[in-house]
């Protein structure tokens, strides 16, 4: 179960609210967005606990942060061995087979500017929402900057597949 937390700065009203919509659909995708210190990475890791519990065992989860994402697309595209790695083609194979995957990206406002990076994420996103996959990722910006720095195509699959959760501090 999940219970709200002193350390998040949020009122604890707006930290229920935000749990039990979670805990309603812990499959569902979301976007935690706020300041730093409220609480977004704290409520990713508890949806990717409870989406693994929700999940059958087969069921892929891949759980970085963008930084660790970035890093590990710039090495399989140089030819190196990473970990575990998801790949869009991975994703729209295994939701042929009923495998629906449940990706998490931590701090996903910190993408590099790079077109490379910019192309795997937009293809990473695309795969996602047609496969009807699990997305949650967290954020430092609110819509409107969201928007503007990914752009329409990325912005529009992600504000369109996601519930978008603003967490703000005294809201």
């Excluded at 002193?6 to 979301?30: D, F, H, M, R, W």
């Excluded at 496969?131 to 990914?150: C, G, H, P, W, Y």
Aim: neutral net charge; contains cysteine; proline residues 5%.
């Amino acid at each position: 179960m999940l219970y709200p937390y002193a350390e998040s700065g949020l009122p604890v009203a707006q930290q229920e609210k935000i749990l039990e919509t979670i805990c309603t659909n812990p499959l569902a995708s979301y976007v935690f967005s706020g300041p730093p210190g409220v609480g977004k990475t704290t409520l990713l890791r508890e949806v990717e606990r409870l989406a693994r519990v929700a999940r059958p065992k087969n069921f892929p989860v891949y759980s970085r942060s963008m930084m660790q994402y970035q890093h590990d697309a710039t090495a399989v595209a140089r030819g190196e061995s990473v970990g575990v790695f998801v790949r869009p083609h991975s994703i729209r194979n295994e939701a042929e087979l009923k495998l629906h995957w449940g990706v998490f990206l931590d701090d996903f406002d910190k993408v590099s500017g790079s077109e490379f990076i910019r192309l795997q994420v937009f293809e990473l996103v695309n795969a996602i929402c047609e496969t009807d996959s699990q997305l949650v990722i967290s954020t430092n910006m609110n819509r409107e900057e969201f928007a503007k720095f990914f752009g329409d195509h990325i912005a529009w699959r992600v504000l369109k597949h996601c519930t978008w959760i603003e967490m703000n501090r005294g809201s």
